[in-house]
């Protein structure tokens, strides 16, 4: 048995098209989804309309759904650079110096 205490916070993400993702999200994510577009079809089915409008109903709310349930993790700050700083305050001189 795995000693659990040793697991970093790298070991709960998984590479995914190049990005970093929590497992235990995406899984809930896709489940969440995956519910939606099941009911809205067998709802479809049982109204005689169209299942293929149902299903993209439904995975539209799975999606609305799953983004309220699983939060960004990530914290973008924008931080201006220091030439770019100096070159907007006042006086400074206009171009680079001849």
């Known amino acids: 048995m795995a000693d659990r205490r040793n697991v970093t916070d790298d070991e709960q993400y998984v590479e995914i098209w190049g990005d970093r993702v929590s497992l235990r999200d995406l899984v809930v994510a896709l489940a969440v989804c995956?519910?939606?577009?099941v009911l809205a079809v067998v709802a479809g089915r049982a109204l005689g309309s169209s299942e293929?409008?149902?299903?993209?109903g439904g995975a539209v709310v799975g999606f609305g759904v799953a983004v309220l349930l699983v939060r960004p993790k990530r914290d973008v700050q924008i931080v201006a650079?220091?030439?770019?700083a100096a070159s907007a305050a006042p006086g400074a001189p206009a171009g680079p110096a001849a």
């Open 52 to 56: 293929f409008f149902w299903g993209l």
């Open 81 to 84: 650079d220091d030439a770019d």
């Open 34 to 37: 995956a519910a939606a577009t």
